[in-house]
């Protein structure tokens, strides 16, 4: 599918409007998307949204640049009048009044919604062991650049919505990776902002200190002008205070690829277990390129990760945070708290508890006043390694670049942005690859402009149905 910049051209021009863009989309979920499983429900209202878009550019202009531009949302995020699932069964009946924060947004800027992406269950914290992109509710998402490859993260679905072409653009959240490692997995471009950036409000969680929403498109470009959209201070949100400025910059970013050139960037290895080697800083063809495009390039270390204060963070978070979101909810008989959403899986182990759910339980076992001095410490601990590791690594430079996912977690730990880009596909197998960069907090425009000198350089991004296209030769319509 075409990106932003052409559709929002040709509406302009008139030679396309929302209405047949929508219906395009549509069209295309249903004949593209029931082998991957990408969507777990149709917005019903998607073609009056685009009708009305048509109507506000007639009589007053687009509204932003994603002015009637079909938008995917993962299913953990509010969207008034339709269930948000997080793709568990006992949440199937669970119906906000009111849309997220972030939808609010995307429906001001004229943004059409046309369909919930599914998700790991819980956002990939109902169990330990289980695939990613599987939910009770919503099945198995799969990649469709490699069946046999993992969709990657909780944001699988919306992540293979865009790999595949069913439009141009999704919304993911993510806690630790959820964003960037199945953007990696699927050959696209992912940011994971810094943390408060984007309003937590309306957004089913799982440890308020790391979440967040973030945009999944084809390309950069794309994805800045998502992320201007959703970024903004929220009265409901304290962590979102110190975002005004730098959503400011990115409402009026015009990407300068050439900024790459005038940026100090580390290649970073990431050390093993003790006794193993560093893993390469990057694909030796990605940083010749970088060296072609006059990249400043530094071989940098940083130690391996150690995520046990990080888990015992989330689950701490877990339980409180689901009660705080379902507050405030209109009346229902669904689940309103962790444990009746693990207690409704007690009770039909047959279709909820395939893999179990171990996080889930953990996390109500937790005493949340008997360990908060522990918490407190285990968060500071950890995001103190995260940000000093960072930080020491950063010496002198501007952007981190790992190979891969692999800088996720340390941008997830520190609440600092990430960006992902993919670089093209290995010669055996033709799986995607891609690098993740990692900026200072607050970066996230001067980010997304050495992001798209990364992809100016480097970027190889082709569809899934030319890296593998037996799989779509089955498809109806292909």
């Given at each position: 599918?075409?990106?932003?910049?052409?559709?929002?051209?040709?509406?302009?021009?008139?030679?396309?409007?929302?209405?047949?863009?929508?219906?395009?989309?549509?069209?295309?979920?249903?004949?593209?998307?029931?082998?991957?499983?990408?969507?777990?429900?149709?917005?019903?209202?998607?073609?009056?949204?685009?009708?009305?878009?048509?109507?506000?550019?007639?009589?007053?202009?687009?509204?932003?640049?994603?002015?009637?531009?079909?938008?995917?949302?993962?299913?953990?995020?509010?969207?008034?009048?339709?269930?948000?699932?997080?793709?568990?069964?006992?949440?199937?009946?669970?119906?906000?009044?009111?849309?997220?924060?972030?939808?609010?947004?995307?429906?001001?800027?004229?943004?059409?919604?046309?369909a919930k992406a599914n998700l790991s269950e819980l956002a990939n914290f109902l169990t330990e062991g289980m695939p990613s992109g599987y939910s009770s509710l919503g099945g198995q998402v799969l990649n469709p650049y490699d069946l046999a490859l993992t969709p990657s993260g909780s944001s699988s679905g919306s992540a293979a919505a865009v790999a595949l072409g069913l439009a141009p653009l999704a919304v993911g959240?993510?806690?630790?990776?959820?964003?960037?490692?199945?953007?990696?997995?699927?050959?696209?471009?992912?940011?994971?902002?810094?943390?408060?950036?984007?309003?937590?409000?309306?957004?089913?969680?799982?440890?308020?200190?790391?979440?967040?929403?973030?945009?999944?498109?084809?390309?950069?470009?794309?994805?800045?002008?998502?992320?201007?959209?959703?970024?903004?201070?929220?009265?409901?949100?304290?962590?979102?205070?110190?975002?005004?400025?730098?959503?400011?910059?990115?409402?009026?970013?015009?990407?300068?690829?050439?900024?790459?050139?005038?940026?100090?960037?580390?290649?970073?290895?990431?050390?093993?277990?003790?006794?193993?080697?560093?893993?390469?800083?990057?694909?030796?063809?990605?940083?010749?390129?970088?060296?072609?495009?006059?990249?400043?390039?530094?071989?940098?270390?940083?130690?391996?990760?150690?995520?046990?204060?990080?888990?015992?963070?989330?689950?701490?978070?877990?339980?409180?945070?689901?009660?705080?979101?379902?507050?405030?909810?209109?009346?229902?008989?669904?689940?309103?708290?962790?444990?009746?959403?693990?207690?409704?899986?007690?009770?039909?182990?047959?279709?909820?508890?395939?893999?179990?759910?171990?996080?889930?339980?953990?996390?109500?076992?937790?005493?949340?006043?008997?360990?908060?001095?522990?918490?407190?410490?285990?968060?500071?601990?950890?995001?103190?390694?995260?940000?000093?590791?960072?930080?020491?690594?950063?010496?002198?430079?501007?952007?981190?670049?790992?190979?891969?996912?692999?800088?996720?977690?340390?941008?997830?730990?520190?609440?600092?942005?990430?960006?992902?880009?993919?670089?093209?596909?290995?010669?055996?197998?033709?799986?995607?690859?891609?690098?993740?960069?990692?900026?200072?907090?607050?970066?996230?425009?001067?980010?997304?402009?050495?992001?798209?000198?990364?992809?100016?350089?480097?970027?190889?991004?082709?569809?899934?149905?030319?890296?593998?296209?037996?799989?779509?030769?089955?498809?109806?319509?292909?």
């Amino acid at each position: 599918m075409a990106g932003v910049g052409s559709l929002g051209r040709w509406l302009a021009e008139g030679s396309l409007n929302s209405r047949s863009l929508v219906t395009a989309c549509l069209e295309r979920i249903d004949v593209r998307d029931l082998p991957f499983g990408a969507i777990r429900m149709i917005v019903d209202d998607a073609v009056a949204q685009a009708e009305a878009s048509d109507e506000h550019r007639r009589r007053h202009g687009p509204r932003s640049p994603l002015e009637g531009i079909p938008v995917i949302l993962k299913d953990n995020i509010d969207v008034a009048g339709l269930p948000t699932t997080a793709g568990s069964l006992a949440l199937a009946g669970s119906v906000p009044d009111r849309d997220a924060h972030l939808v609010t947004r995307l429906r001001e800027s004229g943004a059409v919604i046309v369909a919930k992406a599914n998700l790991s269950e819980l956002a990939n914290f109902l169990t330990e062991g289980m695939p990613s992109g599987y939910s009770s509710l919503g099945g198995q998402v799969l990649n469709p650049y490699d069946l046999a490859l993992t969709p990657s993260g909780s944001s699988s679905g919306s992540a293979a919505a865009v790999a595949l072409g069913l439009a141009p653009l999704a919304v993911g959240t993510e806690t630790d990776g959820s964003i960037i490692s199945p953007a990696v997995h699927q050959s696209l471009v992912g940011v994971k902002p810094t943390l408060g950036l984007v309003s937590r409000r309306g957004i089913f969680p799982i440890a308020p200190s790391q979440d967040t929403a973030g945009p999944m498109a084809g390309g950069v470009a794309d994805a800045a002008a998502l992320l201007a959209v959703m970024a903004g201070t929220d009265a409901d949100d304290p962590a979102t205070a110190g975002a005004e400025e730098t959503a400011t910059r990115l409402g009026s970013l015009r990407l300068d690829p050439s900024v790459l050139s005038r940026s100090g960037l580390g290649l970073v290895a990431v050390r093993g277990k003790e006794g193993d080697a560093p893993s390469r800083p990057l694909i030796e063809d990605e940083a010749a390129a970088l060296e072609r495009a006059g990249g400043h390039l530094r071989d940098v270390e940083l130690p391996a990760q150690n995520f046990e204060d990080e888990l015992f963070v989330l689950r701490y978070e877990f339980a409180p945070a689901v009660t705080a979101y379902f507050a405030g909810w209109p009346a229902s008989g669904g689940p309103r708290s962790l444990a009746e959403v693990a207690a409704w899986n007690r009770a039909h182990p047959d279709v909820a508890l395939k893999f179990g759910q171990t996080h889930v339980d953990a996390a109500l076992a937790i005493d949340h006043t008997a360990q908060r001095d522990d918490y407190l410490e285990a968060r500071r601990r950890d995001q103190a390694a995260a940000a000093e590791a960072l930080e020491s690594a950063m010496a002198g430079l501007d952007v981190l670049i790992f190979r891969g996912d692999e800088g996720a977690g340390w941008a997830a730990r520190s609440g600092w942005p990430s960006v992902c880009v993919p670089t093209g596909y290995s010669a055996r197998s033709r799986r995607p690859r891609g690098v993740t960069l990692v900026g200072r907090a607050w970066t996230d425009d001067h980010l997304l402009s050495v992001a798209a000198g990364v992809e100016a350089a480097c970027g190889r991004r082709r569809p899934p149905s030319q890296i593998n296209p037996a799989v779509f030769h089955r498809l109806k319509g292909s």
